[in-house]
């Protein structure tokens, strides 16, 4: 099945820092989700991108499905950011999500 | 006006049992899913069920079934409960499944203990 690698795997920001998260896959997608887990442990859909480029608020992604990854921005970090964020990719398997071992990040104030 | 929401949040057993996890969505989903969190953050895909087709993750042992009353709902039964089962279990929807890549939604999360 597809892999799903996900990079740094820890991250320790100050707040107002910008990051940039990076996920790599060993196949074509046809579905790749990122996903911020909460300190609650609540999964959150951030985007859904098998390609090309999207922007929520201060919180980008790109897909480069050609060169099988993907990239999640972080802009002006704030501490509610913190948790883990994952990369979940799908290669017409059923649409079962394959997902990464996840990046954990603290926002220090 | 939860989304997808599962019951119970907390669950708490003895080795050897066999207990029940219910999940329902509210989305008018066709596909509905259940996926095991560790207790090192990993993910992973057990099954994916709409009212044509069941997915199994090959990895799965035979003691975990999915059971689906109708197309809101799919409950994960487990029997002869392992200490090894203990961890986080979410269930999630989508509009579409196999075929047919859609945006999944997740549920707040079962954290079951096996003692």
């Known amino acids: 099945g597809i892999q799903v690698e996900q990079s740094p795997p820890d991250l320790i920001l100050q707040e107002g820092a910008n990051s940039t998260l990076r996920c790599n896959f060993s196949d074509s997608v046809n579905n790749l989700q990122w996903f911020h887990q909460n300190p609650w442990g609540q999964l959150i859909n951030l985007f859904y991108i098998p390609s090309g480029t999207k922007q929520n608020g201060r919180l980008s992604a790109t897909t480069v499905a050609t060169e099988r990854y993907s990239l999640l921005y972080i802009s002006s970090s704030q501490t509610t950011d913190s948790g883990v964020y994952f990369c979940?990719?799908?290669?017409?398997?059923?649409?079962?999500?394959?997902f990464g071992g996840g990046t954990r990040l603290m926002v220090k104030p | 006006d939860t989304a997808v929401s599962q019951t119970p949040k907390y669950l708490v057993t003895q080795m050897g049992n066999d207990k029940s996890i219910k999940c329902e969505q509210n989305l008018g989903h066709d596909t509905m899913y259940w996926y095991k969190q560790d207790s090192k953050k990993f993910l992973k895909i057990m099954f994916s069920y709409n009212n044509k087709e069941l997915i199994i993750n090959e990895t799965v042992p035979n003691r975990f079934s999915p059971k689906s009353p109708d197309k809101a709902h799919l409950n994960l039964h487990i029997n002869s409960l392992e200490l090894g089962d203990s961890a986080v279990y979410f269930c999630?929807?989508?509009?579409?499944?196999?075929?047919?890549?859609?945006?999944?939604?997740f549920g707040p999360g079962t954290r079951l203990l096996v003692l």
């Open positions: 999630a929807s989508s509009r579409t499944g196999a075929g047919s890549a859609e945006t999944q939604y």
């Open positions: 979940a990719a799908d290669n017409n398997a059923g649409n079962m999500l394959t």
